[in-house]
């Protein structure tokens, strides 16, 4: 016998006797009358070749067979009724895996506070946090593979924005640079030399870009690096400077020796925000997952 020729409904009938330990109450519960109950569980008989229920006295009572596959078919069942409903939801008991693409300095500065937070009130759920090359790669939120973004984001299709918080962009150099002291000129930021951030998206790339433009200044880039951590080290160790966001300076400025620079730019900021796609709107684990995220990542 295969499952692919079995009326699954019979399953369901089988399981209600089984419950029930009646064939009148099976019927009430499954809203039909105890003839279709008792026709359903005959054809159940011929596809298993077992009697499954003996009648006893007012009520039936399961042969080895069927005490066998009660539980079994119990079991089965409640995991599809709460599959195909979506409310068996419970986070002290969930061990489902969400996964969160972003970019360094949310890693760096967010993470930390969302992993205890997970580990407080999901203790049995997993984490697994991708870049934002690989959520580009993995064709955005609307693939199967990234459930939510901590980033700019971008407005499209589908797509859900919650803005989290705002991200300055400060100039920093290392503590001991030989020529920069705590605030430089428009013609003295034409004379330095400066790491360039390339992260996807690049909008923060193009705010900086557009700001030494407004002051007339060709920024001199001397390396180009794939996230702000990688700058960061580059000017603790080096007389270049970087436009960097000022949670990762704060995290990591005082390990590198870093120093903010004022400038006479204007001030430049990013609103970072919680981004996810229809597709994982209305699934009730993934709802507490980003409340939990926004929480905490503010």
């Not at 499209?156 to 100039?171: F, K």
């Not at 951590?229 to 270049?240: E, Q």
């Amino acid at each position: 016998m295969s499952l692919a020729t079995l009326d699954l409904n019979l399953l369901l009938m089988l399981d209600t006797v089984l419950a029930e330990r009646s064939v009148v109450g099976a019927a009430r519960r499954l809203h039909v009358t105890p003839s279709a109950v008792s026709n359903g569980l005959a054809r159940l008989r011929g596809a298993l070749d077992d009697p499954l229920l003996i009648r006893s006295g007012r009520g039936v009572v399961p042969t080895p067979r069927a005490a066998a596959l009660g539980p079994a078919l119990a079991r089965a069942l409640r995991d599809l009724d709460q599959a195909v409903h979506g409310d068996g939801f419970d986070p002290a008991t969930t061990d489902r895996t969400f996964t969160l693409a972003s970019a360094d300095v949310g890693q760096v500065v967010r993470l930390p506070r969302i992993v205890a937070a997970l580990a407080k009130e999901m203790p049995r759920a997993q984490l697994r946090v991708s870049s934002i090359d690989a959520l580009v790669a993995a064709g955005g939120l609307a693939g199967p593979e990234i459930d939510i973004l901590i980033g700019v984001g971008e407005k499209g299709p589908g797509v859900h924005i919650q803005p989290l918080y705002e991200e300055r962009i400060v100039l920093v150099a290392r503590a001991r640079h030989p020529t920069i002291r705590s605030r430089v000129s428009a013609a003295q930021l034409g004379k330095l030399r400066h790491v360039e951030v390339h992260v996807s998206p690049g909008r923060g790339n193009r705010q900086v870009v557009t700001g030494y433009a407004a002051l007339g200044v060709a920024r001199d880039i001397a390396a180009v690096v794939p996230t702000f951590t990688a700058a960061a080290a580059v000017v603790g160790r080096s007389d270049l400077v970087a436009s960097l966001p000022a949670s990762l300076v704060e995290v990591l400025g005082p390990s590198l020796g870093l120093r903010r620079v004022a400038t006479p730019l204007a001030p430049m900021a990013t609103t970072v925000n919680l981004v996810w796609h229809e597709r994982t709107h209305r699934d009730p684990a993934l709802r507490a997952f980003r409340d939990l995220v926004a929480r905490v990542a503010i």
